[in-house]
């Protein structure tokens, strides 16, 4: 089952070393995989995966001489990459708006490994899921998305948001109540 | 703990029908491909190029006296030519800056033992700074002429190309100056020019930037019968006209302007109102309406940024 296959090592970053010493080469060799991971859970469908990478990473050369070892690299990255997906999320919303069709580039999906209809079917699945996510607060759609499909653990998420880890249960209890309600209604809504 | 989907997905048979959907959508997630090395090394390759712009963080200021000029030209000829084009108005933004006082107008005469503001602090009401300009994706035509007397496009061009020019001298150039005279001429040559109410607000912002508050004034004044809520940033327009004749001394005036912010508006211009509100009540010689004031806006901002003065000048 695709689920316990959770907590894998894949996606834990590399240990921490003195960073301050490091290069950008050295960052994006060790966490790009991770950053590209994020990116891909915050944006959902539709976002151009590699642009924000590729962004993410120039705010890291630009801010790399200023980071200090005080802070946890990862938590430093992800923070940087929450920002820059939250801008392009938000840029992207105004695209869609003005554009009207929200389908215009979900593709890249499709080349998941079953066939044709499944495939299909799992694309339109993973569709309602972000639009789910997508009418919670941006705080529980985080918590939801790091703690139940990245698995991230919630001592870590609380570091990330730059919260407390009860803080965090709480966030995950209402956005799963959340989460259930709004998907119920839009299949019922569709039905 | 443990994720509610995992252990659903142990035992899916005993799910409730809107549980067993809910899992099947998180489901579609979880089996995510890693990303390619292809893409990874494609994006390590253009990080090594030579960037030919700087971070999003820099650029993104940059362009937008070009992206205004193309996008007002855009949005220009969708509502002239196309029936069903619904024109977007930018919202108001919050004041970017903090809102120094640059200098104390009259001090607030104590009424109470207690004084109702702080002699050192600012109890005078000052000019506002720059007004925040966001890249605007599409200018809204304030006044749009009536359809018999539609613009031609080379009259279009020429307004967007004179606009722009005034938003580059103000947020390139950083010759606010050169932008009040710009925009000065495009007042003069498009009274009722199609990006009329952007090209105001612009110029009121350079007028401001560039030390002449007295016709920020007159400018706002002018407009002030036909509402400033119908300029982009109108609220915030409001709320610098109300500051701009505080400072002036015409408390009075500045004391109703301030009133007019509506209650649901943004909160940094809430904030900005009801400080102002409370230091012309004091000059007016309202020290209790002053404190109220005072009070309420500790409530409303403990931690803004004029908190600290509100509680010096209540005596906590």
Known sequence: ?191 | MTPPFEAWAKNRRALSPEAAHAFSLVEADLPLPPVADASLERIRRRLSAPQRRAPWIRWHRGWVAAALAASSLAAAAMVRWSPAWRPVRTSPEPIAQPWRPARRVQTLAPAQPEPVMPAAEPAGIVAAPPLHRRPVALAAPVEAAPPSSSPSASTLAEEAALLSRGLRQLEVQHDAAAAARTLGDYAQRFPHGTLAGEARTARVDALVRSGQRALALAELDQEAPRGLSALPQGQELGVLRAELLAESGDCAAALTAFEHVPADGPRALRERALWGRAACRATLGDASGSRQDLQQYLVSFPNGRFAAAARAALGH
């Open chain 1, 1 to 191: 089952m695709q689920v316990s296959v959770a907590r894998n090592v894949a996606l834990a970053p590399p240990a921490e070393a003195c960073v301050s010493q490091r290069g950008l080469d050295e960052v994006y060799r060790d966490h790009a995989a991770t950053v590209a991971r994020w990116v891909r859970r915050l944006g959902g469908p539709g976002f151009d995966v590699e642009d924000c990478v590729h962004e993410t990473f120039l705010v890291v050369q630009a801010r790399l001489p200023e980071f200090r070892d005080e802070a946890k690299l990862t938590t430093w990255l992800y923070r940087i990459t929450h920002n820059v997906v939250r801008h392009q999320r938000r840029k992207l919303k105004l695209r869609r708006w003005l554009m009207g069709s929200a389908e215009d580039a979900a593709g890249h999906l499709v080349e998941m490994r079953p066939g044709a209809p499944e495939a299909l079917e799992l694309k339109e699945r993973r569709r309602q899921l972000y639009e789910v996510l997508d009418r919670m607060s941006d705080r529980y759609r985080t918590a939801f998305i790091l703690f139940e499909l990245e698995q991230v653990p919630g001592a870590e998420i609380a570091e990330w948001m730059g919260t407390k880890p009860q803080t965090v249960w709480v966030w995950l209890h209402r956005a799963r109540a959340e989460f259930l309600r709004l998907s119920t209604r839009m299949q019922r809504a569709s039905s």
